[in-house]
């Protein structure tokens, strides 16, 4: 149990009473690094990938609120009409659960001086996601109007992934508030399949078209890209969100300033500027 080192504060908030728990003392799986000292990158790294790494054994307050790591899940996302050269297409996926997170690599952590936003590069082996779409419009000149499911599966992928975040204190502890994640993925093989993508209308037309986007798979990747990025960014965010509202910043950065230090100045001029 956690018990010890967790402490529980009461906030009370225009929505009544939020109970907010956090850990106060640093357990032995995390390992601190000092971000003005040499070799930060270096330490980060492995401490990160420790880190990760009992993540995917389990760490009880994230399965709580977030579930597993592998496979993860997210429940649903909405896509507006993306016009490219490729695809004209209109797209939700729904009930996705996602594989392949329990093998990630840490292959560079890095985090910024200036704004402690995070550059990180991670590796899958292979990620798959599986789950339910609906999809109107065209891919590579194909009409498409199906509901279904959908699998994909993505050999070799490498991450990269661009996280800004905002430093705040909570009883005496200083904070990430991930305020935003992007992704860029650079995939080695793609292969996906999606069931009832003419409505039921034809099963042989059906079987054709995953073959030929099989064929095209490159292309057919460019056009579901948006889709992909989304879905592995709104997972991320919501992971790291968790993770960093209950450990403080400090367990990883050991010298990191705390949000006065870091934005008092700035804030200043703000309320300065302001009538
Ligand atoms: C996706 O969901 C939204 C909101 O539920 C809906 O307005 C839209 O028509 C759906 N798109 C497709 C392609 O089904
Ligand atoms: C974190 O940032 C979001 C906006 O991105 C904001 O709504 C939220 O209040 C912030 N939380 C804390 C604890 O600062």
Same mark, same amino acid.
């Not at 690094?33 to 389990?58: D, H, V």
């Not at 279904?148 to 490498?158: E, F, P, V, Y």
């Not at 200083?174 to 093989?189: A, D, P, Q, R």
């Given at each position: 149990?956690?018990?010890?080192?967790?402490?529980?504060?009461?906030?009370?908030?225009?929505?009544?009473?939020?109970?907010?728990?956090?850990?106060?003392?640093?357990?032995?799986?995390?390992?601190?690094?000092?971000?003005?000292?040499?070799?930060?990158?270096?330490?980060?790294?492995?401490?990160?990938?420790?880190?990760?790494?009992?993540?995917?054994?389990?760490?009880?307050?994230?399965?709580?609120?977030?579930?597993?790591?592998?496979?993860?899940?997210?429940?649903?996302?909405?896509?507006?009409q993306d016009n490219s050269d490729v695809a004209t297409l209109a797209a939700n996926l729904t009930e996705m659960k996602i594989r392949g997170f329990g093998q990630m690599v840490i292959k560079e952590s890095k985090v910024s001086k200036k704004d402690f936003s995070w550059l990180t590069k991670i590796y899958?082996? /292979?990620? %798959?996601?599986?789950?339910?779409?609906?999809? +109107?419009?065209? @891919?590579?000149?194909?009409?498409?109007?199906?509901?279904? !499911?959908?699998?994909?599966?993505?050999?070799?992928?490498?991450?990269?992934?661009?996280?800004?975040?905002?430093?705040?204190?909570?009883?005496?502890?200083?904070?990430?508030?991930?305020?935003?994640?992007?992704?860029?993925?650079?995939?080695?093989?793609?292969?996906?399949?999606?069931?009832?993508?003419?409505?039921?209308?034809?099963?042989?037309?059906?079987?054709?078209?995953?073959?030929?986007?099989?064929?095209?798979?490159?292309?057919?990747?460019?056009?579901?890209?948006?889709?992909?990025?989304?879905?592995?960014?709104?997972?991320?965010?919501?992971?790291?969100?968790? /993770?960093? %509202?209950?450990?403080?910043?400090?367990?990883? +950065?050991?010298? @990191?300033?705390?949000?006065?230090?870091?934005?008092?100045? !700035?804030?200043?001029?703000?309320?300065?500027?302001?009538?």
């Open positions: 149990m956690h018990i010890i080192g967790l402490l529980i504060l009461l906030q009370a908030g225009l929505q009544g009473i939020e109970c907010v728990a956090f850990y106060t003392e640093k357990p032995s799986y995390i390992e601190s690094c000092r971000i003005y000292e040499p070799e930060f990158t270096k330490c980060s790294t492995r401490s990160i990938q420790a880190f990760m790494n009992q993540l995917i054994k389990g760490i009880p307050e994230i399965q709580e609120s977030f579930g597993p790591i592998d496979p993860m899940r997210q429940d649903q996302l909405v896509f507006q899958l082996p /292979t990620m %798959s996601m599986d789950g339910m779409y609906k999809m +109107v419009g065209r @891919i590579l000149l194909v009409p498409l109007h199906g509901a279904g !499911k959908i699998s994909m599966k993505i050999d070799d992928l490498n991450i990269l992934m661009s996280t800004k975040t905002h430093l705040y204190e909570k009883g005496g502890y200083t904070f990430y508030n991930i305020t935003s994640v992007k992704v860029k993925l650079e995939v080695g093989k793609v292969y996906t399949n999606m069931e009832n993508l003419f409505n039921g209308h034809s099963k042989e037309v059906e079987k054709s078209t995953n073959l030929f986007f099989n064929e095209n798979w490159r292309d057919l990747f460019e056009a579901l890209r948006p889709l992909v990025d989304e879905t592995v960014q709104r997972t991320l965010h919501d992971l790291l969100h968790k /993770t960093f %509202s209950i450990f403080p910043a400090s367990f990883f +950065v050991e010298d @990191i300033p705390n949000s006065l230090t870091l934005y008092g100045r !700035k804030s200043q001029m703000i309320s300065r500027s302001s009538p």
